[in-house]
């Protein structure tokens, strides 16, 4: 799978698990259904059916792609707005064009994230170029949704783009797993991803028969979601394939094995590993907006449609 690789894990740290670390053991698996988002890109709807209270402080993942594209047909989103929380883009393969109505934006490329806080509120469009779109071609990444608190929620939006060499990379012990640490702590590591909620988000990719231990914060939910490949998950070993997410109980570190036959179209295991520190408020939901009430829903659907958002920029993209 594309995104940041290595051709010799053994230059990178090696991960370390204290002899006395309990693994977690495995709450559920659940697959997640097919859906169309924006202007029709095929995505997985990674957290569907899950209970909110396993999640916190995520609310929604979608897996995009991964499809292979004819010339023509890449699709993107139009303008539109957030408030409430955060969204975090991850490109695994293919381009995407960012813009925001706070001057922020850019290319992200395979192993490039952008994290936007959209606090109070901001419009924004992500779409790919018009030379992808004209060539067609690769096109896999994530879109995860993270929440803030209720002090949080109306702060000042915040644009980051996070580079492909600016994430860190760890090897497991047995030098069959490549660690992407994108954001908080992992093992002593910390990813460039500034958060406002305390969070951990991390891309793994496996040799076929590999094995990862990876400490995890205490305090932090886990959860594993395989973006391509089959394997196993958790100290009970409950085995996972491509789409399907595990939510993880209590304990010290996350477990991950590949299995030593792989799909026919991949030799891998590809995993994102996520986690964070509960928020444990009320949680409010509705089209591009996340808050803890329905009043501050109304509220921000009357401040979007009053233009307290900001405006889209002159000469923007379409």
Excluded: C
């Excluded at 600016?166 to 497991?172: C, G, T």
Aim: glycine share 14%.
């Amino acid at each position: 799978m594309p995104a940041v690789s290595a051709d010799d894990l053994l230059t990178f740290a090696k991960i370390e698990v204290p002899t006395s670390a309990s693994s977690r053991p495995v709450l559920s698996v659940s697959t997640a259904p097919a859906g169309v988002e924006g202007e029709g890109f095929p995505v997985r709807r990674a957290f569907a059916g899950v209970p909110s209270s396993q999640l916190d402080p995520f609310v929604h993942m979608d897996q995009m792609g991964e499809v292979e594209y004819a010339p023509g047909e890449p699709r993107g989103t139009p303008w539109h707005p957030h408030r409430g929380f955060e969204t975090v883009t991850y490109m695994i393969a293919g381009t995407f064009q960012h813009q925001d109505s706070i001057g922020g934006g850019g290319l992200i490329t395979g192993g490039d994230t952008q994290w936007m806080t959209a606090g109070g509120g901001i419009l924004h469009i992500e779409r790919p170029p018009d030379d992808l779109v004209a060539s067609g071609g690769l096109f896999h990444g994530i879109q995860l949704w993270v929440n803030l608190p209720a002090r949080d929620k109306l702060i000042a939006p915040r644009y980051q783009d996070i580079g492909r060499r600016q994430i860190v990379r760890l090897a497991s012990a047995d030098g069959g797993a490549l660690v992407r640490v994108i954001a908080g702590q992992v093992a002593g590591h910390n990813g460039p991803g500034v958060t406002h909620t305390p969070i951990a988000l991390v891309h793994v990719t496996m040799a076929a028969g590999a094995r990862l231990e990876l400490p995890w914060p205490p305090d932090f939910n886990g959860l594993v979601y395989v973006l391509g490949g089959q394997g196993s998950v958790g100290s009970d070993a409950a085995p996972v394939r491509t789409g399907q997410l595990a939510v993880l109980g209590r304990g010290d570190t996350i477990l991950v094995a590949a299995d030593q036959h792989q799909e026919v179209r991949t030799s891998s295991l590809d995993v994102l590993v996520l986690g964070g520190q509960p928020i444990g408020e009320p949680v409010v939901a509705y089209g591009p907006f996340v808050m803890n009430t329905k009043a501050e829903i109304a509220q921000a659907f009357e401040d979007y449609q009053q233009g307290r958002f900001g405006s889209v920029p002159a000469g923007s993209l379409t």
